[in-house]
């Protein structure tokens, strides 16, 4: 098997079968259901080979979180603190604040703060680009700090996918990414995925899904797989339009910031260009107005969708802050836009009106 293909024959099928199944008969290495699946297995397939290691799939972005962090710290003492970013998918973050360990929340984007962080540290907790702050981490960098102090390191490169980032070339332990966005990227299934080089991690990942049971539906991994099949061109669309609109709202009399590392002046831009392959397909943008007017456009938008998450075919937007537990550094007026694969002139009309109509502002 390929890419999660099945072996091409005479008759053999394209496309893997959703095997639902319970149980196995004995005598294989599956036994049940807990443990294996075949249509899981042609899923962890074709995302272990984007990655350059062994995927191994679960049930959501965040079992595939809580999974990693056990598998990852169980040889590590207690006492030893997690370096984690200021700003990240919040709920993973809550997760590794309640590990009962010191946690030493850094700028991903400072390389010299994150690598002076390193020493003494039990974990690396790293997440480039930023959920929603689109910070961009030096990746190469900062693990080759991570190896050099002998600190494991996790990456949740849910952000960018594997197009863009693939944090095992440079020496991360284990690459997270919520499938539930750009990989499956219908909007239509919760999934997630760890993947890891080292065999024993790869094995410890397995043993916390067949213990704790966070497992995916056959279906849902099917779903997942078909896709993962149009991720390059539903990512290079939506990259497309990203870029065009970061630049028209730049010069929008309602917005005050625009945050994108694909452009020029970003913060982010000269570290994503040398390190990443593409700039990804979220913008955030800062509204004048405050959180009343970001509210308001966001109420306003006839195509985008108000709405969390990212990485589906719908264009969808959110005020980030309206979640009790996004971090207060994060501005009030933030919106958070996931571009998806309408035409870029639809989504301008649309945003730009919003904008417009919510802020007072005289149209550009
Ligand atoms: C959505 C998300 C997660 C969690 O994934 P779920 O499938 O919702 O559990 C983790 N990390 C990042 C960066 C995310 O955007």
Redesign the pocket.
Known sequence: MVAGRPDPGPDAPLSVPVVASASYAAGGDRGYGRYGNPTWEALEQAVGELDGGQAVAFA????A?TATLAAVLGPVPADLPVVAPRH??H??LRLVERLGRPVHRVDVADTAAVVAALPGAGLLWL?SPT?PMLEVADVPAVLAAARSHGVPSVV?A??ATPLLLRPLEHGADVV?H????YLAGHSDV???VAVAADTGLTDDLRGQRADHGAVPGPFEAWLALRGLRTLPVRLDRAQASAAELARRLTRHPAVTRVRYPGLPDDPGHAVAARTMDGFGALVSVEVVGGACAADAVAETTRLWVHAT??GGVESLLERRRRWAAERPTVPESLLRLSVGLEHVEDLWDDLDAALTAATGATRP
């Open positions: 959501s972005g965040m079992a979180v990240g998918y709920t993973a997440e959920n949740d849910t952000v997270v919520a499938a539930t966005k919760l999934l997630g998450s990212l």
